[in-house]
């Protein structure tokens, strides 16, 4: 039973380039989070989304940043015109049951915006 | 919305000696307190996680104690080995989205 594969594990970018993370979840599970992770820093919550919802948007920037989860294929963070604070460790994690049970971590997308 | 507060953001403890690791949250709905654990350049991992309806939970060297009245919780280590170095995140969720602390980083001493 594969875990929550994210790809791509490293991505570089231009400023004002666009970067598309994906994140397929684990076998059985409908719920996917994606935190932001700054160096030294915590797990920041983006968003919560189910398949063709998102739940809670409440940690995303307002704009250049969006999340979608199809009814088919993984789960999509992209962000368009990127800047260099975006250059961050983006992980996706995903959940049998919502909020309350343990979440299953990718291994992360770094992005680093030259 | 949730907040949670971790302390210490850094802890050096001897081998063998026990590490407490103290978080408080501000939602009073929340319900669900796991710890995660996250060596350097991997994924976090969860290593315990305790429910609002008990007081504690204990699995081997690890424990872990909620005071839902002063809404706050920790994790304690005992016996502490080398490998036990890493980052420590707690979190506390309501029923939907699960909130961090910032983390606190571990350092096991020779």
């Known amino acids: 039973n594969a875990g929550v594969m994210q790809n791509p594990r490293h991505l570089v970018r231009r400023r004002g380039q666009e970067a598309r993370l994906r994140c397929s979840p684990m076998?059985?599970?409908?719920?996917v989070y994606w935190y932001r992770q700054l160096p030294e820093e915590g797990l920041k919550f983006m968003v919560y989304?189910?398949?063709?919802?998102?739940?809670?948007e409440s940690g995303m920037p307002k704009e250049r940043f969006s999340a979608e989860f199809p009814k088919e294929g993984p789960s999509i963070l992209r962000i368009q015109q990127v800047v260099r604070g975006d250059s961050a460790a983006y992980f996706c994690?995903?959940?049998?049951?919502?909020?309350?049970?343990?979440?299953?971590f990718g291994e992360g997308s770094r992005l680093t915006v030259l | 919305g949730e907040n949670v507060e971790q302390h210490p953001s850094t802890l050096s403890v001897q081998e063998g000696d026990s590490a407490v690791i103290k978080c408080t949250y501000s939602?009073?709905?929340?319900?669900?307190f796991p710890w995660y654990k996250q060596e350097l350049g991997k994924r976090p991992q969860l290593i315990i996680d305790?429910?609002?309806?008990?007081g504690e939970k204990k699995d081997q060297r690890i424990a872990v104690t909620l005071n839902k009245t002063a809404k706050h919780f920790s994790l304690h280590i005992t016996e502490t080995q080398p490998e036990d170095s890493a980052v420590y995140f707690c979190?506390?969720?309501?029923?939907?989205?699960?909130?961090f602390g910032k983390g606190t980083r571990l350092h096991i001493l020779p």
């Open positions: 994690a995903s959940s049998r049951d919502t909020g309350t049970g343990e979440l299953f």
């Open positions: 076998k059985g599970h409908s719920h």
């Open positions: 989304l189910q398949k063709e919802n998102i739940i809670d």
């Open positions: 939602d009073s709905a929340s319900n669900y």
């Open positions: 305790i429910r609002s309806n008990v």
């Open positions: 979190a506390a969720s309501s029923g939907d989205k699960i909130i």
